[in-house]
Structures are given as structure tokens and as C-alpha cells.
């Protein structure tokens, strides 16, 4: 399977632009520098490529503030926070494919060449090299296959980096912070294979753009010098989860991410334990000291009470250490003390020869809980196996657990035995799939379907590693190389046990379930657990599935959906600043949106379907005359081109008892800074993006009168001009729109048979009370609170005899993309009328661009002469 790429997602767009635009005024020919690497004593120097900037920061930073403003950055920059610039984007939104593509736009707009990727573990170092083999063919077709070539460090082949510094093509370089946060790392010390230069003196030399990912995992004053030892023209920091914002440029937080559809619905399936306090029940929660001379140990158990038996916290130490008397004399707490408390292991020994370490349990049906999660996980991803594989999407399901013993074990010969879980899975399935309901929807056996992707050690067996050791390297390949496999729906792989420290860095689209099978309790975030499965899915194609009655994520939880909930939202709270109230759903509420059985037969439905039901094709016509005057104009009005500047400031050291401070001498900014300027062919440039001759080009610079500003700044003149001509463009596009039939093309009446999909009520789902009238059975999953009230009233309305929600695929073509109307009507009355209606707020005021998509919509309803096409805000506005 090849996986595919939409190059027009308009939020990873904005998100590239952020960045590009911090360099506007930059000239594209200003972009590297030639530069020469030599050490003190030396005879031979080496020569290589860099980045140069050629702009002031005082200019930067006025480009940082019109971006903030844009974009709507709340806290916004009230001085340049040095050359670090942060985007916040929400795990499953296509972070990494933004800041790669960022990479070809920089190299495009302004030529630079050098970049260096900071990653802060192995995980996340393998999925950065995936994404970049797997978008290189979808971005060579985007930058006309611009050069490039992409390596990860090595420290036995520093030689390398001679060639990352002397190409004169785009080089990225992806870096393990672990690899040079230290002056013992072999990129530090001097090399006799590189003529004794330090192998970083290479990267230094070319004032590389580097990009962190996930930086909040180096916020140490130790990570923090190593990456500005690295001499970067600028840092870009990406991440979800930030501890700094140095200059925010762009925000995609969790609650915006959620409301765009850009991520999966998280539901949480709760499978807790209720009144199971017939044993004895012992949770380590804490060990900790008190005092000088003193260790306490905090226990949860079940205590008696006056209001009686409630599982509370008590604090045991060496003078209180009996659990019947801290239980409240309850009997199955008899003879059960606590032995020893041991702060070094945090380790809580019992008189009954248990040791439980800190989040570990006894007791409390633990086992049969971890069991009935299993069952629950198996049963949930059925359902969605037997939903989904018609429309070609495979479902993965990954099971977090703590200790791989209980997944994979081995007898004192080495022979590997199958753990609990491993077992309890088997079951469980194999009783399911037996199911009349399921027969040949898996054709694959048990022991195919299940798998564990776990460290080795060098005798080949599995084992529990924290994911940073080199055990865990080729781990990390192989579930990063089984991407695209394991989306294949031939590939048997579908329940994929994994060790919790695999949570970061490693994602699949088409992960539905998450279910955490944890003995301890688990110190990972919440957002960290469900992360791995927020992506939109894939379809067998690679493409990309939007519908978000299919983009579900169950989480199996060993808790309240409440306090799932509770601790989610004050995680992101916490981490962005936001809300994010009533945004994740109990699966419980989950309701299913049933078509009334028969509507298609239905001659109330079939006398509309069958009037607007046929596809239609457009052309567009316009003056080309109108063009030249209209684009001229704009380009006249268009903002001013600025010239680069570039910036000179003296300061004297002062060295005093306080420390080394600077004494401002001199600033003094120099526009014209005798640089020569290379005009690129700017009609050539003009008509890859319009589409226009160069003639029509010629004659709307022309007729502007701006046409001489080119020599200020090429590239800023040529994208102003660009955006210019395209906005009126796209006017007289529309203005000129027609549409016509395509033959016998129309929307397939089988459409509809993604039929009972599942949606969450709320204010806005409209509960059907007469089916007769509508296409519905019992709900209507609307948008807005304008389309529940039309719905309402469509139903009570004695002037209405037939309505329906047009559904996502009802789609017509036009030039700024397709646009879905919203219902489509049958008025009663001696003649029929049949509408096509818009709904919006009354005196809404709308994008120019929805706007040009209703004129698109009116023109297409045109070519149905018994269709009234009409934009309103209520049902009375249908016949007024």
C-alpha cells in the first residue's frame, strides 16, 4: 500500500506559512553562503555551503508580529524571543509532514539548503526517517523534484557530515539530542578522519536551520546549550505538549484540533470494579521519607465505616503497621502486616509474603478486571472489523502493557511460554469469532492475528526496557518499516501487544482501540496513552478517510469514564491553556442513527431524488480584458514591497563582579546594502501558479504600474502579485460559471447504504418524531443550532410533505472545491415546489468563499428546472 497525501489541508498550509513568513523580504537568491572549515594549525581548510540570513531582527520580528495577529495568537510577543519559533500542533494532525514541507518551502522561497532535525529519542528518530521516505515521491511531484537527500547521524561514519556541509542541494540531518548533548560524544572531540576538525565544526559552519521535535523534552540547561552549540540561523520548535512558547507563530490545540474533525472521537469504555471488597485489597500508592529518620508508606484498602466499607488511603510506618487495626477490625485484614518498607526499591513487604511495588495491587479481582478488559477490547474491535472492512478500512487494535512476562515468558530451558494475557487473548477471541454474526470475517488463525513488539536481549529473548537502550533500536524499525504492511487488510496482523515505553514516537492511522493492561498503576499521560491512535484513518487506497462516524477511538479504561475525563481535560488545560469541556464522549451514550427501512422505494423521496440526483459538470468564461483591468487594479492596491535590511549593533563586554553584561554603542539599520539581486523569470514564476498566458502576465504588471518594485524584492513582489490575480481570478471565474449534465452520471442510490452509523447526541442532533417525513429513522446528526431548527420545523410544518440532510457525498464541483448543500425539500400545495436549501444564521456574515460556493450552488441547480435553489435561515424563507 502506498500511503497518500493531500497537499491542500488549509490548517497545515496556515501552519507552513507561519513559519515561511517570518523570512518575508528575504530575497530568494540571498539564501546560502559559501564557507570554509579550518582548525587552528592546520594546513588544509575544507569548503562547504551554508544558510545567511540577510535581514534584520528588527524586521523578523515586525514579521512575527503580523503573523501572531493573523493567526490570533493570544500571547503575543511583546519582543523577539531570539531566533526560536514554536508551533503547536495536537498529536494526529500531521506535525511532522508540516515541518518537512516547511523545509521545501524555505529551500523555495528563499534557497535555504542546510537542516537539522533535533529528536529526543529513538522512537521518534525512526518515525521522522519513515515520514520522510514516505512522503518523498508526494513532495518530489510538489517542488518539481527539488535535490535532497536525508540521513540520520552516525557517529561510526562522522565522515558524512563532510558531504552535509559541501552539497549544494537540500540536506537534512536528523540527530539524537543524546548524540551531542554531552562533551564526551564522539561529534565533540577532535577526528583524525576529519583532518582533526571536531565533526559538529561541520554543522556549525553551515548555520543549519534546525527543527526540535517535541522540544519540551529538552528544556535542560544542558539539552538548551547543545542545541545552540549546533549554531542554528534559526530553531523551529514543533510539539503538542510545549514547556516554552518562544515566539508562537501558530496554534492548533487539542479543542480546535477536535472541532475541525481533524482527529479521531475519543470514546472511553470504563471497566472498573464495583463492590469487590470480599478480600483483602492492598494498593502501594506511595513510599516516601518523613523526617529525618522516618519512611512512610501510603496504602489503599477498604476500611470499615459508619457509613461502611469505603476504600480509603491510611499511612503505615514503623508504629502503625497492622492492617486489621487500620482497616477498622475487618476480618480479612486478620494477621496481615506490613513487614518492611523499603524507600531505595519502593517496595512494600506483607506478612503473607507479597511484595508489591509502588502501584501495585493485591487483591481486588485485579486479574479478572485485566481479563474482562481484554474481553471488552476484543468484542469492540469485531464490531468495527465487520463495519468497516466493506469500506476498506483494516482496524488495529493496541493492547499497552507493563510487563512483557505477562504477554511472552520462558521456561527454565529458554522455550518461550505464552503469558496470561497472550492466553486470556486467545480465549477470548476464539470464543467471539465462533459467533454467527462474525462467520468469514477474519480467515486467519488465532496465533496469526496477534503479536508483540517487544526489546530483545542478545539471546533473543524478550524483555522490559525503558526505550531509550540500544536493545530497543531495532524494536523501533521494525514497527516503523511495518507501517504500510500492517494497514493492509491481507496482513493477518491485527492485535498488536506492545510495552508502554513504545507509547511515544510510534503511530498507525488505523488504530481504533487502546486498551492499557496495566498491573501498576501507570504514570503516563493521558494525552500520551491515547495519542497513538488520534490520526484519521486510511482506506486500502492510502487515502485519507474524513467521515466522522467511522473516525471513533475506543479507550479501554481500568477507571470512571469521569475521572478519565477529569484528568484529560486538566492534562490539556495544564498543557494548552484551553478548554475542553464535553468533548470527549462516554461510549455509553453512543447512539445509532438508523435510515427508516424502505425510504428508497419511498415516491415522496423518489420525487425529489430523482430531480436532482444527476452529476454535473462546469466551465467558466470571463473577458480576458476584465482580467487585465480588474488584476491590474488589485495588484495597484497589493502591499508594499519592503526592501531587506540588514542590521549593525556594537556592543561593548563589560566584565564586572556581577557577571558579563554588553553596553549598546552603535545600531544603525542599512536598507540598500549593495548586495547584488537576481531577477528570476518572474512570468514564468506568475503563470506556474495562475495559469495565465504571459501575455495576459505582461499586461496586468503593466497596467499596475508597480512593475519596477520587482528589483526591491523579487520574491515578495511575485507572491503579492500572484495573490493578487488569483482573488480576481477566481471573482470572474464564478461570475462566469456554467454548468451542464455529464451525460447519464448521477449520485448512486447505494450511497446510502452506509447505512445505521453511530453518532453522540447533542444540542444540535435533531430526534425524529415523524420518519414518514423524512429519509431518518430516529436521528438527524446536524451542524448547528440554525439546521436543528429547520429540521424541527421541516417535521411540523403542514406546508412540507418530504424533507432530508443531504448527505457528505451529495457534492458539486467548483473552482475553490467541492460544495454539499444542506436539504433538499418538497412543498405541498397545488403545484410542487422542490427545493435545494443553504441554512444560515440570519445577517450571518459569510466567508467569501462560502459565499462563492452558493453562487456555484445556484448556478448548478440551474440545469433542474423544477428545483428551486434558495439560501435561508428558515423554513418561512423557503416561499417568501
Known amino acids: 500500500m502506498k500511503l497518500h497525501f493531500d497537499s491542500k489541508q488549509e490548517y497545515q498550509l496556515d501552519a507552513i506559512k507561519a513559519i515561511t513568513d517570518i523570512f518575508e523580504g528575504q530575497p530568494l537568491s540571498g539564501g546560502d553562503f559559501e564557507f570554509s572549515v579550518s582548525s587552528a594549525g592546520a594546513l588544509l581548510s575544507e569548503n562547504g555551503l551554508g544558510n545567511r540570513l540577510t535581514l534584520s531582527?528588527?524586521?523578523i520580528f515586525e514579521n512575527v508580529k503580523s503573523i501572531q495577529q493573523r493567526n490570533e495568537i493570544k500571547d503575543k510577543a511583546s519582543e523577539l524571543q531570539g531566533m526560536n519559533f514554536s508551533v503547536e500542533m495536537e498529536t494526529g494532525t500531521g506535525k511532522t509532514y508540516v515541518y518537512l514541507r516547511t523545509i521545501y518551502e524555505l529551500n523555495k522561497l528563499y534557497g535555504f539548503k542546510k537542516f537539522v532535525i533535533v529528536v529526543p529519542s529513538i522512537?521518534?528518530?525512526?518515525?521522522?526517517?519513515?515520514?520522510?521516505?514516505?512522503?518523498?515521491?508526494?513532495?518530489?511531484?510538489?517542488?518539481?523534484?527539488?535535490?535532497?537527500?536525508?540521513?540520520?547521524?552516525?557517529?561510526?561514519?562522522?565522515?558524512?557530515?563532510?558531504?552535509?556541509?559541501?552539497?549544494?542541494?537540500?540536506?537534512?540531518?536528523?540527530?539524537?539530542?543524546?548524540?551531542?548533548?554531552?562533551?564526551?560524544?564522539?561529534?565533540?572531540?577532535?577526528?583524525?578522519?576529519?583532518?582533526?576538525?571536531?565533526?559538529?565544526?561541520?554543522?556549525?559552519?553551515?548555520?543549519?536551520?534546525?527543527?526540535?521535535?517535541?522540544?519540551?523534552?529538552?528544556?535542560?540547561?544542558?539539552?538548551?546549550?547543545?542545541?545552540?552549540?549546533?549554531?542554528?540561523?534559526?530553531?523551529?520548535?514543533?510539539?503538542?505538549?510545549?514547556?516554552?512558547?518562544?515566539?508562537?507563530?501558530?496554534?492548533?490545540?487539542?479543542?480546535?484540533?477536535?472541532?475541525?474533525?481533524?482527529?479521531?472521537?475519543?470514546?472511553?469504555?470504563?471497566?472498573?470494579i464495583e463492590n469487590a471488597m470480599n478480600d483483602a485489597f492492598v494498593q502501594v500508592e506511595k513510599i516516601q521519607p518523613s523526617g529525618k529518620n522516618k519512611i512512610i508508606a501510603k496504602l489503599k484498602i477498604d476500611v470499615n465505616t459508619a457509613k461502611g466499607v469505603v476504600r480509603k488511603s491510611v499511612t503505615v510506618d514503623r508504629d502503625?503497621?497492622?492492617?486489621?487495626?487500620?482497616?477498622?477490625?475487618?476480618?480479612?485484614?486478620?494477621?496481615?502486616?506490613v513487614t518492611e518498607i523499603d524507600l531505595s526499591n519502593q517496595v512494600v513487604s506483607l506478612s503473607n509474603g507479597q511484595m508489591l511495588t509502588v502501584g501495585e495491587t493485591q487483591g481486588g479481582l485485579n486479574d479478572e478486571v485485566l481479563r474482562y478488559m481484554v474481553q471488552r477490547t476484543v468484542e469492540e474491535h469485531l464490531k468495527k472489523e465487520k463495519f468497516y472492512k466493506p469500506k476498506?478500512?483494516?482496524?488495529?487494535?493496541?493492547?499497552?502493557?507493563?510487563?512483557?512476562?505477562?504477554?511472552?515468558?520462558?521456561?527454565?530451558?529458554?522455550?518461550?511460554?505464552?503469558?496470561?494475557?497472550?492466553?486470556?487473548?486467545?480465549?477470548?477471541?476464539?470464543?467471539?469469532?465462533?459467533?454467527?454474526?462474525?462467520?468469514?470475517?477474519?480467515?486467519?488463525?488465532?496465533?496469526?492475528?496477534?503479536?508483540?513488539?517487544?526489546?530483545?536481549?542478545?539471546?533473543?529473548?524478550?524483555?522490559?526496557?525503558?526505550?531509550?537502550?540500544?536493545?530497543?533500536?531495532?524494536?523501533?524499525k521494525l514497527i516503523m518499516q511495518d507501517k504500510e504492511k500492517l494497514l493492509d487488510i491481507n496482513t493477518p496482523l491485527r492485535f498488536i501487544f506492545s510495552h508502554s515505553a513504545l507509547r511515544e514516537g510510534w503511530d498507525n492511522p488505523n488504530v481504533f482501540q487502546i486498551c492499557t493492561l496495566n498491573e501498576t498503576k501507570s504514570e503516563i499521560k493521558k494525552r500520551q496513552e491515547i495519542g497513538r491512535g488520534l490520526r484519521l484513518c486510511v482506506n486500502q487506497e492510502g487515502q485519507r478517510i474524513h467521515d466522522r462516524n467511522t473516525n471513533k477511538l475506543t479507550v479501554i479504561a481500568n477507571e470512571k469514564y469521569e475521572d478519565f475525563a477529569k484528568a484529560l481535560q486538566k492534562e490539556i488545560e495544564d498543557d494548552c491553556g484551553v478548554k475542553f469541556e464535553n468533548r470527549i464522549k462516554n461510549k455509553a451514550e453512543r447512539k445509532k442513527v438508523n435510515?427508516?427501512?424502505?425510504?428508497?422505494?419511498?415516491?415522496?423521496?423518489?420525487?425529489?431524488?430523482?430531480?436532482?440526483?444527476?452529476?454535473?459538470?462546469?466551465?467558466?468564461?470571463?473577458?480576458?480584458?476584465?482580467?487585465?483591468?480588474?488584476?491590474?487594479?488589485?495588484?495597484?492596491?497589493?502591499?508594499?514591497?519592503?526592501?531587506?535590511?540588514?542590521?549593525?549593533?556594537?556592543?561593548?563586554?563589560?566584565?564586572?563582579?556581577?557577571?558579563?553584561?554588553?553596553?549598546?554603542?552603535?545600531?544603525?539599520?542599512?536598507?540598500?546594502?549593495?548586495?547584488?539581486?537576481?531577477?528570476?523569470?518572474?512570468?514564468?514564476?506568475?503563470?506556474?501558479?495562475?495559469?495565465?498566458?504571459?501575455?495576459?502576465?505582461?499586461?496586468?504588471?503593466?497596467?499596475?504600474?508597480?512593475?519596477?518594485?520587482?528589483?526591491?524584492?523579487?520574491?515578495?513582489?511575485?507572491?503579492?502579485?500572484?495573490?493578487?490575480?488569483?482573488?480576481?481570478?477566481?471573482?470572474?471565474?464564478?461570475?462566469?460559471?456554467?454548468?451542464?449534465?455529464?451525460?447519464?452520471?448521477?449520485?448512486?442510490?447505494?450511497?446510502?447504504?452506509?447505512a445505521d452509523f453511530e453518532i453522540y447526541l447533542d444540542n444540535f442532533t435533531h430526534s425524529v418524531t415523524n420518519p414518514n417525513k423524512t429519509i431518518y429513522e430516529n436521528y438527524i446528526p446536524l451542524d448547528s443550532g440554525v439546521e436543528n431548527q429547520f429540521a424541527k420545523d421541516c417535521e411540523t410544518s403542514e406546508n412540507i410533505e418530504f424533507y432530508f440532510k443531504l448527505p457528505n457525498w451529495f457534492k458539486i464541483p467548483t473552482p475553490i472545491g467541492n460544495y454539499n448543500p444542506d436539504w433538499a425539500v418538497v412543498f405541498k400545495g397545488e403545484k410542487k415546489i422542490y427545493f435545494v436549501a443553504e441554512t444560515k444564521s440570519e445577517g450571518q456574515e459569510l466567508l467569501k468563499s462560502e459565499?462563492?460556493?452558493?453562487?456555484?450552488?445556484?448556478?448548478?441547480?440551474?440545469?433542474?428546472?423544477?428545483?428551486?435553489?434558495?439560501?435561508?435561515?428558515?423554513v418561512k424563507d423557503l416561499t417568501t
Open 123 to 272: 522512537a521518534i528518530r525512526e518515525g521522522v526517517l519513515k515520514n520522510l521516505q514516505i512522503t518523498n515521491e508526494h513532495f518530489q511531484s510538489l517542488y518539481d523534484k527539488a535535490a535532497i537527500n536525508f540521513d540520520i547521524y552516525d557517529s561510526k561514519k562522522v565522515s558524512h557530515l563532510r558531504g552535509f556541509a559541501s552539497a549544494n542541494t537540500i540536506q537534512i540531518l536528523i540527530l539524537n539530542i543524546d548524540a551531542f548533548a554531552k562533551d564526551e560524544n564522539i561529534i565533540n572531540k577532535p577526528n583524525d578522519k576529519l583532518t582533526g576538525k571536531k565533526p559538529i565544526e561541520f554543522i556549525q559552519s553551515t548555520r543549519p536551520i534546525v527543527i526540535v521535535d517535541e522540544p519540551q523534552n529538552m528544556e535542560t540547561e544542558i539539552r538548551k546549550k547543545a542545541i545552540e552549540n549546533l549554531n542554528p540561523l534559526c530553531t523551529l520548535r514543533y510539539s503538542a505538549t510545549h514547556t516554552n512558547l518562544y515566539n508562537l507563530m501558530y496554534s492548533l490545540n487539542p479543542v480546535k484540533a477536535y472541532d475541525l474533525g481533524l482527529v479521531k472521537q475519543i470514546e472511553v469504555d470504563s471497566v472498573v
Open 595 to 754: 435510515y427508516r427501512k424502505g425510504f428508497e422505494a419511498d415516491p415522496k423521496f423518489l420525487q425529489i431524488w430523482e430531480k436532482i440526483k444527476h452529476k454535473t459538470k462546469y466551465s467558466v468564461s470571463y473577458q480576458t480584458p476584465d482580467l487585465i483591468a480588474l488584476a491590474g487594479k488589485a495588484v495597484k492596491e497589493m502591499p508594499e514591497t519592503i526592501k531587506p535590511t540588514v542590521r549593525s549593533t556594537k556592543q561593548k563586554v563589560l566584565i564586572t563582579d556581577e557577571g558579563v553584561s554588553g553596553q549598546l554603542l552603535s545600531d544603525s539599520a542599512l536598507n540598500d546594502y549593495g548586495s547584488r539581486i537576481e531577477i528570476p523569470d518572474l512570468l514564468a514564476y506568475i503563470q506556474s501558479k495562475t495559469e495565465l498566458t504571459r501575455d495576459t502576465i505582461l499586461q496586468i504588471l503593466k497596467k499596475s504600474g508597480r512593475i519596477s518594485e520587482v528589483l526591491i524584492n523579487p520574491q515578495m513582489f511575485m507572491d503579492n502579485t500572484t495573490n493578487a490575480i488569483k482573488s480576481v481570478l477566481y471573482e470572474l471565474m464564478i461570475d462566469g460559471i456554467k454548468y451542464e449534465r455529464i451525460g447519464s452520471k448521477m449520485y448512486e442510490m447505494t450511497l446510502f447504504d452506509d
Open 57 to 59: 531582527e528588527e524586521q
Open 851 to 874: 459565499k462563492q460556493k452558493i453562487k456555484c450552488g445556484k448556478e448548478h441547480f440551474k440545469e433542474f428546472t423544477e428545483v428551486v435553489y434558495k439560501q435561508v435561515s428558515s
Open 392 to 476: 476498506g478500512v483494516k482496524v488495529l487494535t493496541l493492547f499497552f502493557i507493563d510487563k512483557v512476562k505477562n504477554y511472552r515468558d520462558y521456561d527454565s530451558s529458554g522455550n518461550p511460554l505464552k503469558g496470561k494475557f497472550a492466553q486470556w487473548f486467545e480465549e477470548i477471541y476464539q470464543n467471539e469469532i465462533r459467533k454467527p454474526a462474525y462467520a468469514g470475517l477474519i480467515p486467519y488463525s488465532v496465533d496469526e492475528i496477534h503479536n508483540g513488539y517487544f526489546s530483545q536481549d542478545n539471546k533473543g529473548r524478550i524483555k522490559d526496557t525503558g526505550g531509550e537502550t540500544q536493545a530497543d533500536d531495532d524494536t523501533y
Open 320 to 337: 502503625k503497621y497492622d492492617l486489621y487495626k487500620l482497616s477498622g477490625e475487618r476480618d480479612i485484614y486478620q494477621d496481615l502486616k
